[in-house]
């Protein structure tokens, strides 16, 4: 198992190369109005998460371990980034996995840790937009992902579900970052609608390859993952029950 982890850690590591310069919106983008609001918005999440978090984590080494382990899958993917808007960047998330195997509230509390030391050691987003980030990111991102899987992962496959999930969670992070960056800066001449669809313009040449290749990666990373760890997930229980519930029906 723990070889498992090194060896998934170290490749992380080398994804990571030398962009330690990324960001998400970077601070003091946003006008003070909108960072309080986005923050206010965002902690409610935040607390709920925290709760359900020291609920599923009480007593059980192997869940913590895929929560750390989570939390560094995120911390490094959302590193890299492209180019793209002034103020913000593309990058990958990596929250799609981390809503499959912890449900979208664990991603809630991971997503405000990654970010703040994003924000502390790389400079990358900052501590006024980290309300607005982790609602684009930890919390709609989180949300997408894990309705996609659930809901489609009986109807068209686990791999294809993974898949779908974590790409269409990438990419809906940036429509939500368009969304706030058009009531920030609404552009010249356009209302809030027209900005948001020319932010989301710029967005999409550089997002949407990411969000297939962060959907691939979450795909091979899942297959990775040691079988005790898969055991271990938060969802595990909450998919046995299904299960169940589908096996008396057809019994029934």
């Not at 192997?62 to 890299?80: E, H, N, Y």
């Not at 808007?85 to 509230?105: C, D, E, N, R």
């Amino acid at each position: 198992m723990f070889k498992s982890i090194l060896s998934l850690t170290l490749f992380l590591f080398l994804l990571k190369g030398n962009n330690s310069y990324s960001m998400h919106i970077m601070e003091g983008y946003l006008p003070v109005g909108w960072s309080i609001f986005w923050w206010a918005l965002y902690l409610p999440f935040f607390f709920y998460g925290v709760k359900k978090l020291k609920a599923n984590l009480k007593g059980n080494l192997d869940k913590k371990l895929l929560v750390t382990l989570i939390g560094a899958f995120i911390f490094l993917v959302s590193s890299l980034k492209l180019p793209s808007l002034t103020g913000s960047s593309s990058h990958a998330t990596g929250v799609g996995l981390g809503a499959i195997l912890l449900g979208p509230s664990g991603v809630f509390v991971l997503g405000a840790i990654v970010l703040f030391f994003q924000a502390t050691l790389l400079a990358h987003g900052g501590y006024t937009t980290l309300g607005a980030n982790a609602i684009s990111m930890t919390v709609v991102g989180a949300l997408v992902s894990y309705g996609i899987y659930k809901g489609l992962r009986k109807k068209v496959g686990e791999k294809t579900a993974i898949f779908l999930a974590a790409a269409l969670g990438d990419f809906m992070t940036y429509v939500v970052t368009s969304i706030q960056l058009a009531l920030a800066h609404p552009a010249a001449g356009s209302d809030y609608l027209q900005s948001a669809i020319k932010f989301l313009g710029v967005f999409s040449i550089t997002q949407i390859p990411l969000a297939i290749i962060e959907g691939l990666v979450t795909v091979i990373i899942i297959n990775m993952l040691p079988k005790e760890l898969m055991e271990n997930s938060l969802l595990a229980g909450e998919y046995e029950k299904e299960e169940k519930i589908e096996g008396a029906k057809v019994n029934g």
